[in-house]
């Protein structure tokens, strides 16, 4: 075992951190209490780049019950909690993270997981993936296949896929219903609003919050802003997604208009640029910008960067760009998403997460008993894991499900359905 973390001496804080959340996941401790009997992944290595953090500490030490050999890295060069970091180091598995790694540092701990030679990859981001087929391609034949978390990997894998260029099979964990129904729109919203007030201390009643897109992710940021007593105004570039907000009784508007009226922006577009200096000209001042996507692209810093005369870090994660006629401009957790990249952010919900990691480790198990059978293609999450899933999830919460009746089975069988 190898380990490069900021400071060992953390552990026992970010076990407790770990501990505390492994009690508000039952569904994943439902899977692990199965792998540890059946050990999937016994002689495997399985290489990670994910938010290192408690929940993620939690599927790791369940892919070690299982068998597996852990090599884990940071898919954010801020979202990594040093504690947990350090925890997991103690715990045996190799971990290479710490917050604030420069890019170079980034890079360095992806490849330093790709050096233990991993059979199977999870990643968020496709960054892991994205370097397996530029950089070290030596290991390409080696692996059975990977899984992706979050839309923007997906995206750019499905690219690939398309232009022949993926060389192994991969699960699109993101896309799963029960990843995007809950995950996406569930625990981003809950804890993209939490970030935004831990780090501003503001209140959400009564403000103009614009939020940009209006996927599984800005539906879910817009109905629980709303909820707050914030009025919300989206901006989209798709018709059908804008139909979709008008007739869920949002504001929609082109973001020159919508830069006008804001008080806070929230980008969950997943593309570059979102948000761009002729926006910021028209903003008010002290308005507030943040993104709750995978990269810090949505927001066009070095555009803000040359309207500004001064920038100065006003509060932790929070920067103040003031323009040429004294309005000023802040941006959270330098543009970088604003629920995981905060010094005080914790990501989505433990039990939000219960069922994202229970998806991804059952996913990753698909990968290893289906070794040689899968074409190198996108591939969606099999059916009867989601369901799996979700009943698991009821389960823990003490919901019951109707069964149907042979009669009804039969009928929706039939295509002799009568009236």
């Given at each position: 075992?190898?380990?490069k ?5 953390l552990?026992p ?5 770990i ?5 508000h ?14 050990e999937?992944?016994k ?5 990670a780049?994910l938010?290192?953090?408690a929940?993620t ?5 369940t892919?070690t019950a299982s ?9 954010n060069p ?5 504690d ?13 993270a710490?917050r ?7 890079y360095?701990n992806l490849n330093r997981?790709?050096d ?7 990643d968020?981001g496709?960054d ?6 530029t ?10 296949g ?11 894998l499905?690219?690939?896929?398309s232009e022949?260029?993926?060389?192994f099979?991969v699960?699109a ?15 981003t ?5 939490q ?9 959400v ?6 939020v940009?897109g209006y996927g599984?992710?800005?539906?879910g940021i817009?109905s ?10 989206v901006?989209?570039?798709?018709p059908?997604?804008a139909?979709?907000a ?11 208009d919508?830069a ?11 593309n570059i640029?979102a948000i ?10 002290g308005?507030?910008l943040?993104?709750a ?13 040359r309207?500004?005369t001064k ?7 929070v920067?103040e760009?003031?323009l040429?006629?004294g ?6 957790a330098e543009g970088?998403l604003?629920?995981?990249a ?10 939000i ?7 991804q ?10 070794r040689?059978e ?10 009867e894991?989601d369901?799996?899933?979700?009943e698991?999830?009821?389960k823990s ?6 069964r149907?009746?042979?009669?009804q ?11």
């Amino acid at each position: 075992m190898t380990y490069k973390v900021k400071d060992i001496k953390l552990a026992p804080q970010g076990k407790r951190a770990i501990e505390w959340v492994e009690r508000h996941m039952p569904v994943l401790a439902a899977v692990r209490k199965e792998f540890a009997r059946t050990e999937p992944f016994k002689g495997l290595t399985v290489g990670a780049a994910l938010h290192v953090e408690a929940k993620t500490a939690a599927l790791a030490r369940t892919l070690t019950a299982s068998g597996a050999e852990v090599a884990i890295t940071s898919c954010n060069p801020l979202s990594t909690k040093d504690d947990v970091a350090a925890a997991l180091a103690k715990d045996g598995i190799n971990v290479y993270a710490w917050r604030g790694e420069t890019t170079r540092e980034y890079y360095s701990n992806l490849n330093r997981v790709l050096d233990h030679k991993p059979d199977i990859l999870i990643d968020d981001g496709a960054d892991l993936i994205f370097l397996t087929h530029t950089k070290r391609t030596e290991l390409l034949k080696s692996i059975r296949g990977a899984s992706e978390e979050t839309t923007t990997g997906v995206n750019r894998l499905r690219r690939m896929a398309s232009e022949g260029a993926l060389k192994f099979p991969v699960i699109a964990v993101n896309d799963s219903p029960a990843k995007r129904l809950f995950d996406n729109r569930f625990g981003t919203a809950e804890s993209t609003l939490q970030a935004i007030m831990g780090i501003t201390n503001t209140l959400v009643a009564g403000k103009d919050v614009v939020v940009v897109g209006y996927g599984f992710v800005g539906r879910g940021i817009a109905s629980r802003v709303r909820g707050l007593g914030a009025i919300v105004t989206v901006v989209e570039t798709d018709p059908i997604k804008a139909l979709e907000a008008v007739m869920d009784g949002f504001r929609v508007a082109r973001m020159n208009d919508a830069a006008r009226v804001g008080d806070i922006f929230i980008t969950a577009t997943g593309n570059i640029n979102a948000i761009r200096g002729e926006h910021i000209r028209r903003m008010k001042d002290g308005a507030i910008l943040c993104n709750a996507g995978h990269f810090n692209v949505e927001i066009d810093i070095e555009g803000l960067a040359r309207l500004a005369t001064k920038r100065r870090e006003v509060l932790e994660d929070v920067e103040e760009f003031q323009l040429r006629d004294g309005r000023r401009i802040h941006l959270l957790a330098e543009g970088r998403l604003v629920n995981l990249a905060g010094r005080r952010s914790l990501g989505h919900p433990m039990e939000i997460m219960d069922m994202s990691f229970a998806l991804q480790a059952l996913s990753v198990e698909y990968l290893a008993r289906h070794r040689g059978e899968l074409e190198n293609w996108v591939y969606d999450v099999p059916p009867e894991i989601d369901r799996r899933v979700a009943e698991l999830k009821l389960k823990s919460i003490g919901v019951e499900l109707e069964r149907p009746t042979w009669e009804q089975i039969r009928y929706m069988k039939s295509w002799r359905m009568g009236t």
